[in-house]
């Protein structure tokens, strides 16, 4: 495809608000995996499960942002049982928790897939809102409003996680219970609480990026699997458990894959993330903005 301004800013555009998606949904694995240091690969399978829900939800005539609101306490009560179930068969035994720890969180993951596949099927699910089918024009460029919200609601989430971890005592030993448990101790905190509470965070969050992902398009079981390596890649591009570095890296993710998608098609733009991670980990293995 011959080179166009126009074209390059469509995508610089698109790719922003794209950006802005995939930095929201890595949120919630930039505190487990970067801050907690576990190996939650099964974040976006709890993230299409929130999709999902989402639907469910939207059959009653509520708004899909609303009904990600709303399974936010479900899910905080379920991470938080999934963490502690992890705590006492793997975490709580030894050093070994990490390889065994990915194994389960594998096998989670392919138990949501299945029983969303046994209770929905394999046909794709949407979900109708009054801003969803409709756009706006700048210029000779259209943009759907399904992004914009999408990027509303992503903004507004990671400024209110990023303030809570940072503003707040629990946030502040949630940032320092990966690095010194025994001083978070002398400070009369109880480590795998601590861990608890934020895993809770992290798959509440899944919820509402669930939300987003079924505004953006339709879902199906099997879509967690191509998140799995745009998630990964936005934490680690960022810098294990950096909040602001996640919206930085989601940014950059965002605007690759809308370059590459103009200038070589849909097939290349899966494997920017991978591309990026692979850079990122043989350059700076502590990412863009870890230290």
């Known amino acids: 495809m011959p080179f166009s301004f126009e074209l390059l800013l469509e995508a610089i555009v698109f790719g922003v608000l794209l950006g802005c998606f995939y930095a929201a949904v890595s949120i919630g694995l930039s505190v487990s995996f970067g801050l907690l240091d576990v190996p939650h690969v099964a974040h976006p399978a709890i993230m299409v499960f929130g999709a999902y829900c989402t639907w469910l939800l939207g059959r009653l005539g509520l708004d899909p942002v609303l009904a990600g609101v709303l399974l936010t306490p479900a899910f905080f009560l379920l991470g938080m049982a999934v963490y502690r179930f992890y705590y006492e068969v793997f975490e709580k035994r030894g050093s070994d928790a990490g390889v065994r720890g990915i194994a389960f969180f594998f096998g989670l993951a392919l138990i949501i897939e299945v029983g969303l596949i ?5 046909d794709q699910r949407t979900v109708e809102a009054a801003y969803i089918g409709k756009s706006f ?3 000779d460029m259209r943009i759907p409003m399904r992004t914009v919200v999408v990027t509303v609601v992503a903004l507004v989430l990671m ?3 990023t303030l809570y971890l940072s503003r707040t005592f629990t946030g502040r030993a949630i940032k320092a219970v990966a690095q010194d448990e025994q001083a978070l101790r002398l400070m009369g905190a109880n480590p795998m609480r601590i861990k608890q509470w934020a895993f809770g965070i992290a798959t509440a969050v899944a919820a509402v990026a669930g939300a987003m992902l079924i505004i953006i398009g339709p879902v199906d079981p099997g879509m ?3 998140y799995i390596g745009r998630t ?3 934490v680690v591009l960022a810098g294990l458990g950096s909040m ?3 919206i930085a890296a989601g ?3 965002g605007i690759s894959e809308s370059i590459v998608l103009m200038q070589f098609g849909a097939s290349w733009a899966p494997a920017v ?3 990026l991670l692979l850079i990122v980990l043989g350059i700076r293995p502590q990412g863009l903005f870890g230290r």
Do not use: E, N, P, Q
């Open 118 to 122: 046994l209770a929905f099927g394999v």
């Open 137 to 139: 024009s700048i210029g």
């Open 159 to 161: 400024t209110v996680l």
């Open 224 to 226: 967690d699997r191509a």
């Open 232 to 234: 990964f890649s936005v």
């Open 244 to 246: 602001t570095g996640t």
């Open 251 to 253: 940014l950059i993710l």
């Open 273 to 275: 993330s991978f591309s």
